[in-house]
């Protein structure tokens, strides 16, 4: 099946630094991205939505200028956690699609622990 | 909007006995309903998905659900547990039309004890 990578697996950072997510498709053109969040115990929660070539769409509470998302290509889109505080310590997970209807494919999530 | 909560957050079986995660949605739209696993270390893998037709769904590893819609639920279950289905289960739901984003609920954790 579709592989989709994502990359840190884990990261710890400085509070007030800035950190850098990448989801990849390997093996077919991502037309559409999702960027989840999950903290303990509870749901995945969407933060945005990505299409290649334009701009994300992003959900309610969710702050654009805090959390870049940059899908410049079928196959990259990339989530950057700017100024990272301890409360933004999560688990990030994106998932790709490449057509409408198509299967949803899932990155292995990113562990970001902000001291 | 929709709605997914996943009752218990972890479950222990035997191995051999009968698995059931349950998972009850809400929403005001035909739902798509999925159930997703996720492995250490891995990405979440499609276990099994209703859209139409058929209420009961085979999916992958001996799983299967049904959607009642009359219980707004969408359980999974699977016979006989083995060692390998130790993960977290994710159940999941989106509209029939228009947004792709899934709605998630908060995951179960399957153990599964020799």
């Known amino acids: 099946g579709a592989v989709v990578s994502q990359h840190p697996s884990w990261v710890i950072c400085k509070s007030g630094t800035s950190v850098k997510i990448e989801c990849r498709s390997l093996?077919?053109?991502?037309?559409?991205m999702f960027w989840y969040r999950q903290f303990p115990k509870q749901s995945l929660m969407l933060m945005a939505t990505s299409n290649e070539g334009s701009k994300a769409t992003y959900e309610q509470g969710v702050e654009k200028d805090k959390f870049l998302i940059n899908h410049a290509s079928l196959t990259l889109s990339t989530l950057t956690v700017t100024s990272a505080h301890p409360e933004d310590s999560s688990f990030y997970i994106c998932?790709?699609?490449?057509?409408?209807?198509?299967?949803?494919?899932f990155g292995s999530g990113t562990q970001l622990s902000v001291l | 909007a929709q709605s997914v909560t996943q009752l218990g957050s972890h479950v222990s079986v035997s191995e051999g006995a009968l698995v059931l995660l349950r998972c009850n949605y809400s929403s005001s739209v035909p739902p798509y309903l999925f159930w997703y696993v996720q492995y250490p270390n891995q990405g979440l893998q499609l276990l099994l998905k209703y859209t139409t037709g058929a209420t009961l769904v085979k999916g992958i590893n001996g799983f299967e659900a049904e959607f009642k819609k009359s219980e707004t639920s969408f359980h999974l279950t699977k016979p006989s547990a083995h060692m390998s289905d130790a993960a977290e289960y994710f159940c999941?739901?989106?509209?029939?039309?228009?947004?792709?984003?899934?709605?998630f609920g908060s995951g179960t954790r399957l153990q599964v004890q020799p």
């Open positions: 998932s790709a699609s490449g057509q409408i209807n198509e299967k949803l494919f």
């Open positions: 999941a739901v989106r509209p029939d039309t228009g947004r792709r984003a899934l709605t």
């Open positions: 093996d077919f053109q991502a037309t559409t």
